[in-house]
């Protein structure tokens, strides 16, 4: 798809950069921009709570659609590809016929869309970020502002992800807990792929 | 005495005597700066328990911002700073005029926090240069390394519909 004036950029929010993202990309042995975001800037410039996550970017650089929990073999990364690729086909969509694609929203969609942050949730990210600073230097002081952070942001699943995987590794009990406590809630937001809403 | 000076200065006074008297030691400690995924070095700043004070030479490196005669001004956006006498904004000791970064801070709306133990202190965004995100759906720019270390901007790719993703090890 790329004589089609598209690209894919995938950012890897990774404290440890490449040493943790690398032997996916590896893996993966990507055709696409692939970086490197070892303080998750791109979840706190575009408001996202967890990954994967996307922003679907016209040639004028809007945002046309936004969306969480973005399982696509699009974007499979090697052993980790994710779930069904029922995503691909809308995206292809787009790359196709631009504006005219039903998956493509309105500027009010977007708008509506982006996740609203509480004043806590505001204080959470400069907070995550001193975590990320002091993580080479004093471990346990990272820990302090991390666990201050999702004390302040609850439901950014980055900033309690983060944290366990460099401390109890993936899938540990912390984890376990909070993602058996969310009960019928959603971890990711519906894909919403339906092309049924109101444009 | 000349005149009745208005009651909002004394009142005011009350609030800004704290920063003042407390921000009346410049210091040679240096202060690190955590801003817009930047780590920022700032070797002078005023003695202040509670408050970031740099010289104004150092303000666009800290936050973006340059004092200008009519303010701290980031592109289009002024916030008015009277400069020919002390304020919560702006002090001068000993000639050298200083800025506070918090008190704009508190202003913008930014969040902010500190560790005082390491002095560093940490920004989030300033809302008011995310209104074209929020309001508009204009993708949010930014600049980040790819695996070789080479830096690429989101609008390096104008021009061409953007699949962003994230996603992550852990």
């Known amino acids: 798809m790329k004589d089609q004036n598209f690209e894919i950029i995938t950012v890897a929010e990774d404290t440890l950069g490449e040493a943790a993202a690398g032997e996916w990309y590896d893996a993966a042995n990507p055709t696409y921009t692939a970086l490197i975001d070892t303080t998750h800037r791109v979840s706190s410039l575009y408001n996202f709570v967890n990954v994967p996550s996307a922003a679907w970017i016209d040639e004028e650089g809007r945002v046309v659609r936004l969306n969480e929990g973005t399982y696509s073999q699009v974007i499979s990364l090697g052993q980790a590809s994710f779930g069904t690729d029922e995503y691909r086909p809308a995206v292809v969509d787009w790359v196709t016929n631009g504006p005219d694609s039903p998956y493509v929203w309105s500027q009010e969609q977007v708008v509506r869309k982006i996740r609203r942050r509480t004043s806590d949730e505001a204080l959470a990210e400069p907070t995550f970020k001193l975590g990320v600073y002091f993580y080479e230097r004093d471990e346990a002081l990272a820990r302090t502002y991390w666990e201050r952070a999702q004390a302040l942001s609850p439901d950014s699943w980055n900033f309690h992800r983060q944290d366990w995987n460099l401390t109890e590794g993936l899938g540990g009990p912390q984890y376990r807990a909070k993602r058996g406590a969310l009960g019928d809630k959603d971890y990711y937001a519906p894909l919403e792929l339906g092309v049924e809403e109101p444009r | ?170």
């Not at chain 2, 202060?31 to 509670?50: F, G, H």
């Not at chain 2, 800290?62 to 980031?74: Q, R, S, T, Y």
């Not at chain 2, 001068?92 to 506070?100: C, L």
Request: hydrophobic letters at 45%.
């Open chain 2, 1 to 170: 005495m000349q005149r009745r000076t208005p009651m909002i200065v004394a009142a005011a006074l009350g609030g800004v005597a704290i920063a003042v008297l407390t921000a009346s030691r410049a210091s040679a400690e240096p202060v690190t700066v955590l801003y817009d995924d930047q780590v920022i070095e700032v070797e002078r700043t005023l003695a202040d328990p509670n408050d970031l004070w740099v010289v104004p030479a150092d303000l666009p490196r800290v936050n973006g911002f340059e004092l200008k005669p009519e303010g701290a001004c980031l592109e289009e956006l002024c916030v008015p700073v009277l400069q020919d006498r002390d304020s919560d904004m702006f002090v001068t000791r000993a000639g050298q005029a200083w800025f506070n970064v918090t008190a704009l801070a508190r202003r913008l709306e930014q969040a902010y926090t500190a560790d005082h133990d390491h002095r560093v202190w940490s920004f989030g965004e300033i809302p008011v240069t995310r209104t074209r995100f929020l309001r508009s759906a204009m993708a949010p720019d930014f600049e980040l390394p790819n695996r070789k270390g080479e830096l690429v901007r989101l609008s390096d790719f104008r021009g061409k519909k953007v699949l962003l993703v994230t996603w992550a090890s852990w």
